[in-house]
């Protein structure tokens, strides 16, 4: 769901940020994926990083900030929330703007298209056409976003009326964001070549 943290997040090398991107998409034993090396890098930060949310404390803050209903899918209220903060303050976490950035990922998603999970080839000309990676900067996009995720699961759920939650605790899931980037990057750092399942 945090398609921009994750690129955010990821080795630079082109093939790698695909793999990040794919990660929600492509499950199963990685060794037997058929992507090549670069790709397989990118989709093993992407799982990664989806580990160290488990045991990140600001994400843990983040989710004891939302109400206590919307159960399991407080993570992914966060996921969402984390994008728009990120798309909201780029300028503080990169030099290059987040239009060049979102660009450039675009331009991927279009040069490897016959590769991408079958579902991603189905967002991704959503993703472009909607500007995705830059539009999340706006609350009100967010709202939406929430609606969107919500009617694409099959069980009944509340996202739509998280955007609320967004609004009420804005400033302290702010910070848990910028703290949650830089334990993130702290992390994949440490473990280096070894950020890899």
């Known amino acids: 769901m ?24 492509v499950k199963g034993d990685l060794s ?4 090549d090396r670069q790709i397989i890098r990118g989709l093993s930060q992407h799982r990664t990083i989806d ?10 803050e983040s989710k004891n900030r939302i109400d206590k209903r919307f159960g399991y899918f407080r993570g992914i209220l966060v996921d969402v929330f984390y994008d728009h903060f990120l798309a909201r303050n780029w300028s503080d976490f990169s030099v290059c703007s987040l239009e060049t950035f979102a ?24 993703m472009i056409s909607h500007n995705w990676l830059v539009s999340y900067r706006e609350v009100a ?16 759920n509340p996202l739509a009326e998280g955007y609320t939650e967004l609004l009420l605790h804005y400033d302290e899931l702010e910070a848990d964001a910028a703290l949650f980037l830089d ?4 992390h994949l ?5 070894k950020a890899e399942i």
């Open 51 to 60: 580990s160290f949310c488990h045991v990140s404390r600001a994400v843990r």
């Open 103 to 126: 660009e450039e990922t675009y331009q991927l998603l279009r040069s490897y298209h016959d590769i991408l999970p079958e579902r991603l080839q189905q967002v991704a000309p959503r």
């Open 32 to 35: 037997r994926s058929g992507y």
């Open 141 to 156: 996009v967010i709202e939406k976003a929430l609606l969107r995720i919500g009617q694409r699961l099959s069980r009944a």
């Open 2 to 25: 945090n398609y921009l943290v994750h690129l955010y997040l990821s080795d630079p090398e082109p093939k790698v940020r695909l793999g990040n991107l794919m990660g929600d998409f």
């Open 189 to 193: 750092a440490a473990l280096g070549d």
């Open 183 to 186: 334990e993130a990057r702290t």
